[in-house]
């Protein structure tokens, strides 16, 4: 499969030519992708499911070839480095991008103004983000095991293609943030807030949402098994390509757009009212 993305990068990268920095820009692509694919094939992910997930992470290249040299005649090593990085940030997410692809396994940065900071491929198991304000912060294909996020400004935030497996998030506020394609086994979202939260395309299998009030949340393309929806308050939800027969809406509290549109997809709605 390595081969397989080295081909996919390659082709991203066709269009740009052979400019100075494109074997660099690659080899760190390469290696973030990679360890991507393994944390997916490790979670039980088919080779294919485990590459369309890897890929669809990547984000967009133009976004990386607005910083890079593209003039052949360039030959400026000393800058190199530091041109690769203004270029994949870009991707990868906005300002501070001191944080990313480091290792702060364990890390202490809790009550911390880091807003607006890139995390993007670092490793970040067991991190402590408690109280900290991450506002607008990047997670792009983080390994953020077991993380504590609790009671965390996480507003705009994006988690896009990360591992958040048994992270706690109890009583952060995710308004607007992004965690499609990610790992969220075991994940706490306990008094979490989820006002236009986009979970597309994540495994929300066993989680439970019970008691918590979903507004303009989106869970397209999301798997559902045994997700608890337990006396959750739902307004302006979205289920868009998500299969919800199991999942469990006991003592819901819908509008009826949303109510509708459960039941469209044949989920079990008894007990359920409708505002």
């Known amino acids: ?28 692509l390469l290696a973030n992708l990679t360890e991507k694919y393994n944390d997916l094939k490790a979670e039980g992910k088919s080779d ?5 997930l890897t890929t ?26 530091q041109t690769i990085v203004d270029g994949i940030k870009n991707v990868f997410g906005p300002s501070d991008n001191r944080f990313r692809a480091t290792s702060l396994i364990d890390a202490d940065l809790a009550g911390t103004d880091l807003s607006g900071s890139d995390f993007s491929m670092s490793a970040l198991i067991q991190a402590n983000f408690e109280k ?61 807030t989820l006002d236009n939260t986009e979970f597309k395309r994540s495994d929300l299998g066993n989680l439970s949402f019970d008691g918590l009030h979903l507004s303009g949340t989106v869970f397209d393309g999301s798997s559902l098994n045994q997700t608890s929806f337990n006396g959750a308050t739902l307004e302006r939800v979205s289920f868009h390509y998500s299969d919800v027969k199991k999942a469990n809406f006991e003592g819901a509290i819908m509008d ?16 359920v009212t409708v505002q």
């Open 56 to 81: 669809e992470s990547f984000g967009d290249v133009s976004e990386i070839m607005k910083h890079v040299d593209h003039d052949e005649r360039a030959d400026d090593k000393q800058n190199l480095g």
């Open 256 to 271: 009826k757009v949303t109510y509708a549109l459960l039941k469209g997809i044949k989920a079990n709605l008894d007990n």
């Open 1 to 28: 499969m390595n081969d397989n993305i080295k081909q996919f990068l390659d082709d991203a990268f066709k269009p740009y030519g052979n400019f100075p920095a494109r074997k660099d820009v690659e080899q760190e």
């Open 132 to 192: 900290s304000d991450l506002r607008e912060s990047t997670f792009k294909a983080a390994a953020l095991k077991g993380a504590n996020f609790r009671n965390t400004n996480l507003s705009k935030a994006t988690f896009n293609g990360s591992d958040l497996q048994e992270a706690d998030f109890s009583g952060a506020n995710l308004t607007n943030a992004k965690l499609a394609h990610s790992s969220l086994k075991g994940t706490n979202f306990s008094g979490a």
């Open 48 to 52: 294919d499911e485990a590459y369309r």
